[in-house]
């Protein structure tokens, strides 16, 4: 009881409530402190690899050619990443390389150039001229029910109050 009403308090002061717990209700650590002869008795020195005594021995570092020797679609020759080339190899490797990354490059900005264009023959103009035409559609019918006068009398109005048409003498 005192315990809850202390940490109560404490969550309500803002300070940390572990620090007036009694020691026998604080929880228990997980640290545990050993002596220097406890620690040199359990130490082992790692097993080390023995392909390459500089690194320590993997988990389930064996031959994998060995272990699959029997199944025939296991390759050991001219597996892609053991092959070893030569410089000319090399170099005609980097070479189509730099073709197809061209390639890919000139493909990824012809296709952002033509997400990006809004007039002409693309997409995105046609959305919008077919957006644009639906609510002036509905503009002018709303127009026709309230005023009574059908789409193309409209049209003949603003093109009159534009000065497109002169006037009626």
Known sequence: MQSKLTLLLTALAGVPAIAFIAPAARPLTSKLVL?????????EEPKMNPDNPALPEL?????????????????????PGKI???????????TELSKLEEMWRKERLNEEYEEARIIGWVGQAETYNGRFAMFFLAVGL???????????????????????IGPDY
């Open 84 to 94: 070893v080339l030569n410089e000319v190899e090399l170099a005609a490797q980097v």
């Open 59 to 79: 988990k389930g570092d064996y031959d994998w050619d060995a272990a699959h020797a029997a199944d025939p679609d296991w390759i050991t020759e001219n597996v």
């Open 142 to 164: 709303l127009t026709e029910y309230w005023t009574g006068i059908d789409i193309p009398g409209q049209i003949e109005e603003m093109a009159r109050v534009g000065g497109f």
């Open 35 to 43: 002596s220097a002869a406890d620690t040199e008795a359990e130490i």
